[in-house]
């Protein structure tokens, strides 16, 4: 059983940073697809940016230019860099892992992965 735990949420003004750590306890079978989603209050819960374990990654739209998905594979630790933060970042992220994935590039769409941590909120004032 996959375990996932976060940190580094908080808040911010808008314009500034936060970095997110997710360490991942390894399960019998490593995983290969990992992401960060986010949902917010009312939403429902999108996609923000993946890495599968080849590196190749991919994000939001909305995140693009801004947000850095990177792994420490040492630490066993999957971080996400935010910069140039918004109000519309404002929610709580998820770090997502799934060990079963054959179809290609990993995809951004919560229904695939099936490891979730407990989230952490970030909140961006302006």
């Known amino acids: 059983q996959v375990r996932l735990v976060e940190s580094g949420g908080g808040s911010a003004q808008s314009g500034g940073s936060l970095t997110l750590s997710c360490v991942e306890s390894?399960?019998?079978?490593?995983?290969?697809?990992m992401a960060w989603f986010r949902q917010a209050p009312g939403k429902q819960r999108e996609g923000v940016a993946v890495?599968?374990?080849?590196?190749?990654?991919a994000y939001a739209d909305s995140v693009k230019g801004r947000f850095t998905v990177s792994p420490d594979n040492a630490k066993n630790t999957l971080y996400l860099q935010m910069n140039s933060l918004k109000r519309e970042d404002t929610a709580i992220y998820y770090c997502?892992?799934?060990?079963?994935?054959?179809?290609?590039?990993?995809?951004?769409?919560?229904?695939?992965?099936?490891?979730w941590g407990q989230g952490t909120q970030v909140t961006v004032s302006s």
């Open positions: 390894i399960g019998a079978r490593p995983s290969i697809c």
């Open positions: 890495i599968d374990r080849d590196g190749s990654t």
């Open positions: 997502a892992a799934e060990a079963f994935y054959s179809g290609g590039n990993c995809p951004l769409i919560p229904s695939y992965f099936g490891n």
